[in-house]
C-alpha cells in the first residue's frame, strides 16, 4: 500500500496520507473493518458505478449506499 498512499514516513501513515487519495483509503479502511462492504467494492461492476454517478450526480458515496440499502 506504499506505493498507493506515498507516505512522508515509510514506517506509519498519517490521516494526510489518507486524505490525499480518498477512494483508496475508503477501500483500505474498509478492509480492515468491514469484510463484507471490502467485498462488495471488490466485486462492483466500474460501468454500474459510473451510470450511479451520473444518475444521481448531487449524491455523495454515503448517499449512493443509503439508497442502495
Known amino acids: 500500500m ?3 498512499f506515498k507516505p512522508e514516513n515509510q514506517m506509519n501513515y498519517t490521516m494526510h496520507d489518507f486524505r490525499k487519495n ?3 483509503a475508503s477501500a483500505f479502511i474498509n478492509s480492515l473493518v468491514n469484510l463484507n462492504k471490502f467485498i462488495s467494492f471488490e466485486q462492483r461492476d ?3 458505478f459510473k451510470n450511479e454517478i451520473n ?3 448531487g449524491f455523495n458515496e454515503w448517499d449512493r449506499f443509503a439508497r442502495f440499502e
Open 2 to 4: 506504499s506505493d498507493v
Open 22 to 24: 480518498k477512494e483508496m
Open 46 to 48: 466500474p460501468f454500474q
Open 55 to 57: 444518475e444521481t450526480p
